[in-house]
């Protein structure tokens, strides 16, 4: 994506490999699902979220073309995980470069 603007977040957890399952399952009914070499990224209109599993932390790193779709992508994303994780209290914090 050519000069897309970022965000990224780290979210600690024990399932990082659940939640990115379960947000692929469930945002997949209204997004576009792609398996990537480095994990599996959401496609939502001009803007995606890239899901990384990592070892006891599930990297989220969105983009998108205007301020206002970065501000779509990570409400989205942010929002049903934690949703996913609130027993857990899972807390999403998006940083911007």
Same mark, same amino acid.
């Given at each position: 994506?050519?000069?897309?603007?970022?965000?990224?977040?780290?979210?600690?957890?024990d399932?990082?490999?659940?939640?990115?399952?379960q947000?692929?399952?469930? =945002?997949?009914? !209204? &997004? @576009?699902?792609?398996?990537?070499? %480095?994990?599996t $990224?959401?496609?939502?209109?001009?803007? *995606?979220? #890239?899901?990384?599993?990592?070892?006891?932390? =599930?990297?989220? !790193? &969105? @983009?998108?073309?205007?301020?206002d %779709?970065?501000? $779509?992508?990570?409400?989205?994303?942010? *929002?049903? #995980?934690?949703?996913?994780?609130?027993?857990?209290e899972?807390?999403?914090?998006?940083?911007r470069?």
């Open positions: 994506m050519a000069d897309a603007i970022t965000a990224a977040a780290s979210v600690t957890t399932a990082p490999a659940r939640y990115a399952k947000l692929a399952s469930h =945002l997949g009914r !209204r &997004a @576009e699902v792609r398996d990537e070499p %480095d994990g $990224r959401l496609v939502l209109g001009t803007s *995606s979220c #890239l899901i990384v599993v990592g070892h006891g932390v =599930l990297e989220l !790193r &969105a @983009e998108a073309e205007s301020a %779709d970065l501000t $779509r992508v990570t409400e989205v994303v942010g *929002s049903h #995980l934690e949703r996913f994780g609130q027993r857990n899972l807390a999403v914090t998006w940083h470069p």
